[in-house]
């Protein structure tokens, strides 16, 4: 049989159902609790935020929630998604390890995100709202829900890290192509903006900020919900299509992974591709290895406190139990702005202190090294975010070299770079440098974590 490179599937077998981890977990997730009573909060305290259909989503155990046939109609523009084989990539290793990634750049928005940004406009229309406000970090967020927006005929608006719309105009402008409003956060449209401003008026933002700002506007009326792009429960479900399709795919090759890799923000695109499988591995299936790859001047999982904490600066949201750097932490701006957040999801923070992941932390010229490379044999561009994912596969295939040992790699390629093209100007022109967080200031924000 001539070697195949490119795994895809037939659009009948995008998948039907979103896969829901917490109907397998041995244990189950701490309750998310209410600031002011520290009480767990019911239903009715996310009801000024979210339609009660993505509320529902957020509590359930059911193991498979269908897809709806709407969400589905709009994934057929760009899923499934392809998974590729890495010859090239492997032979400039000269490694004994398989590599295989899955590549979520085809989407319009060029990342995962459009997977749960679909399934949040679709469920959000139903329920008779007319605008969705959001924060954005780099602006894949706020671009996928754009191109949610548009398709499902809501208004759009995002808050955008002040740092990110200064670096990525273009960004913005495909937000305003799909047809929302973009403005720069810290703003002055907001009480936590405003009181941001007054502090440091220079503030280059932060996600934990934008977050209070669109926080705040989407309270404060009826017809106005708000939007998350990754952490909550219900997003990392809806990303799940990538691990559902990757199962299917790695099928077709004939192989299984022995470890899987993604780099985390929040940790969605890493939990869609890492909880089908660890779904399998918890339900008697094979065991898999599963490495999560954080930026080190962010590193929420491998030096944060597994603690409750607050979604957003201004403390406006519920308290979750994750790994934090503290909500007042303010990350250096390094290129990767989808990984510029302060706290990871509570599902992955869960599955990280269950054992049944592991974290690494790299600095970002180890990663578009590693991206570079990447580029020149298998021709795409990645995001800086997907650099860290390369990175840690990478760095897998060089130990199997090492230990004279193959093992199979599977990693998720989140999304292409042709919007970040300044961070690779930066590293081509040798200028990009590590970029490194105040330890005083870290250890202030974990000081500063609420009391529960
Ligand atoms: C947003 C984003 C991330 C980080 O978010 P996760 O929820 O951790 O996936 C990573 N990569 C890309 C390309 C992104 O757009």
Known sequence: MPETTKFTLEEHLIPRTWYNLAADLPSPLPPVLHPGTKQPVGPADLAPLFPESLILQEVSQEREIEIPDAVRDVYKLWRPTPLYRARRLEKALDTPAKIYYKYEGVSPAGSHKPNTAVAQAYYNKEAGVKRIVTETGAGQWGS?????????????????????????PYRRALMETWGA???????????????????RPDHPGSLGIAISEAVELAVQR????YALGSVLNHVLLHQTVIGAEALLQMEMAGDYPDVLVGCTGGGSNFAGMAFPYLGAQLRGGKKVRVVAVEPAACPSLTRGRYAYDFGDTAHLTPLTKMHTLG?????????AGGLRYHGM????SHVKELGLIDAVAYHQTKCFEAGVLFARTEGILAAPE??????????????AKEEGKPRTILFNLCGHGHFDMQAYIDYNSGKLQDQHYDENELAMALAGLPPV
């Not at 996928?144 to 740092?163: D, I, K, P, T």
């Not at 409003?181 to 502090?199: K, M, N, W, Y």
């Not at 303010?330 to 290129?335: D, V």
């Open 327 to 335: 909500s007042t932490f303010t990350p250096p701006g390094f290129h």
């Open 222 to 225: 009826e017809d106005t919900k």
């Open 386 to 399: 997907a650099n860290h994912a390369i990175r840690g596969a990478v760095d897998e295939a060089l130990a």
């Open 345 to 348: 999801a509570p599902m992955v």
């Open 144 to 168: 996928s829900l754009a191109f949610a927006g548009a398709l499902f005929g809501l208004e759009v608006n995002v808050y955008m890290v002040r740092v990110s719309y200064n670096q990525k």
């Open 181 to 199: 409003r973009c403005v720069p956060s810290p703003s002055t449209e907001t009480a936590a903006g405003r009181a941001i401003l007054e502090q």
